[in-house]
């Protein structure tokens, strides 16, 4: 496969996207560029934004399976995952499948249930498979999730586990529009109280499973020079090294940024990375796997604040 039918591919997948949301490019972008690297994305902003909105009109641009759950305070693991039931015809224990067995799941409001259902996801997240009853369950090459959560100072909302944020690649924050972007959404959609239909919207997906793992197999082949992987490593060595950060980012999240630029790169239509395109990723794909010190808490430092501060500070290669 050529590389200009990665691009035009994405292109026609955001042109679908476009068709029900105004503006938030950006975090099309990221959407786009997990798609190409099997990531997954959480997206943070406050209720009415169009989190979920732009989630379903994404998985409409696409040949996949999907699902959803509503994640509720008394949301049970089992619920996600599924259960064996005793089929009394067979003798024999039948796993009843839960929603996660699909191949692009949004998960709605994650941060509305405690942390031991959060959990459920886990093993889901990182090794595309669940365990139910010591058998382990494949998910395929497909499984992606979307996540969506309110932010952490609104009511009814948990904390993400810290080894849950770390299988993100991305954490999105969606901003109020602009004010010419707000009244396109009051054009559009200011004739009902609810949802829009995306059947009212003709949207026709661009991209099955097959053609997917084609383009990431394209991805994959996008060079990353040495100097590129010593800026990569360096980035998130200095998230240890700082006093304003209790925990740092993971070597995961360096092999993580390193594929994403790869996924950006290949956007852009060249078969090479740049220091541009990390600086790019580079904040979205740190700020959910720092965890500031208290001092600094109290200072009102960001790990935003800190990733930009960072990205200014390690020598950019030439």
Do not use: W
Request: glycine letters at 6%; proline letters at 6%.
């Amino acid at each position: 496969m050529e590389l200009t039918i990665v691009r035009d591919v994405a292109n026609r997948l955001r042109e679908q996207v476009h068709r029900v949301v105004v503006g938030q490019d950006n975090a099309i972008d990221l959407l786009l560029v997990s798609l190409l690297c099997e990531g997954h994305v959480l997206f943070e902003g406050v209720p009415g934004t169009a989190k979920t909105l732009l989630a379903r009109t994404f998985a409409c641009g696409l040949s996949l399976e999907f699902g959803r759950v509503q994640f509720t305070p008394d949301l049970m693991p089992g619920d996600i995952i599924g259960t064996n039931l005793f089929n009394f015809q067979t003798n024999r224990f039948i796993l009843t499948k839960g929603p996660i067995f699909t191949q692009l799941l949004l998960a709605d409001e994650i941060n509305r249930t405690p942390p031991k259902t959060q959990a459920a996801l886990l093993q889901a997240m990182q090794e595309r498979s669940v365990t139910v009853d010591g058998i382990t369950h494949e998910l395929g090459d497909g499984f992606m999730v979307i996540a969506t959560q309110n932010p952490i100072e609104q009511e009814g909302t948990y904390l993400l586990p810290e080894a849950q944020l770390d299988r993100f690649l991305f954490k999105v924050v969606i901003g109020y529009p602009s004010r010419d972007e707000e009244r396109d959404v009051v054009r559009r959609h200011g004739h009902r109280t609810t949802m829009p239909r995306l059947g009212d919207f003709d949207l026709q997906p661009v991209a099955d499973l097959g053609l997917l793992v084609a383009m990431r197999q394209v991805v994959q082949q996008i060079r990353a020079s040495d100097a590129i992987l010593d800026y990569i490593v360096d980035l998130v060595r200095a998230t240890r090294e700082r006093p304003s950060i209790a925990f740092g980012a993971s070597p995961r999240a360096a092999t993580m940024l390193t594929i994403a630029s790869r996924a950006y790169a290949a956007l852009a239509g060249r078969d090479y990375v740049l220091p541009d395109d990390i600086k790019a990723l580079a904040v979205p794909a740190l700020r959910h796997r720092l965890v500031l010190a208290p001092g600094a808490e109290i200072e009102g430092l960001t790990t935003e604040a800190v990733v930009r501060q960072i990205l200014d500070q390690v020598p950019v290669p030439r």
